[in-house]
């Protein structure tokens, strides 16, 4: 990916670099079983438990649109984003997924903001494939990679990230509604 939010970023999948598929692997209690797994089918999406390596937030495909926008547009960016079942999945810092519900239910914008899924210790997420499947059908409702993880220890949000984020794109929803 580049330095930017590409608006067409939402239709691309990235490959996953081996230092990321190390990371990712580092989620579960069997690594090496994770990598056996992706070795034999590469293109094949992947359960992998949080709250170790990392929590993810689970945001409706439009509103996690404008979120994305925000932390490219006016914030730090974001770590390994993915999109499956027409949700986006923002891998975040272990721990976001207890913290950022506390957060917005103590915002006044929080009601705006809508429902969350937020997966943390004892939960699990399918990530997509390590490789994109390319066998000329459209792509646009498979399980991929709009941010793959490219490092061993990849920059993640924090539930205040997160939140400022949420909070932004919540306010511009309700500007131009």
């Known amino acids: 990916m580049t330095d930017t939010w590409e608006p067409d970023a939402m ?38 438990p949080c709250g170790t390596a990392f929590d993810v937030v689970n945001l409706p495909a439009l509103f996690g649109r404008r979120v994305l926008d925000r932390l490219w547009a006016a914030g730090p960016g974001c770590g390994p984003v993915a999109v499956h079942r027409g949700r986006i999945l923002v891998f975040a810092v272990p721990g976001t997924a207890a913290r950022l519900p506390a957060l917005l239910a103590w915002e006044e914008w929080g009601a705006h ?55 932004r794109a919540a306010q511009e929803g309700r500007d131009e509604g």
């Open 113 to 167: 903001v809508p429902p969350l899924m937020c997966h943390g210790p004892g939960e699990t997420v399918t990530v997509p494939p390590l490789v994109p499947v390319c066998d000329g059908r459209h792509s646009a409702g498979r399980s991929r990679w709009l941010v793959a993880p490219g490092a061993r220890h990849p920059w993640l949000p924090g539930a205040p990230v997160l939140l400022w984020a949420c909070l």
């Open 11 to 48: 239709l691309r999948a990235e490959y996953v670099t081996v230092a990321g598929a190390d990371w990712l692997a580092s989620a579960s209690a069997f690594p090496r079983s994770v990598h056996a797994l992706w070795a034999a089918r590469p293109t094949a999406p992947s359960v992998l």
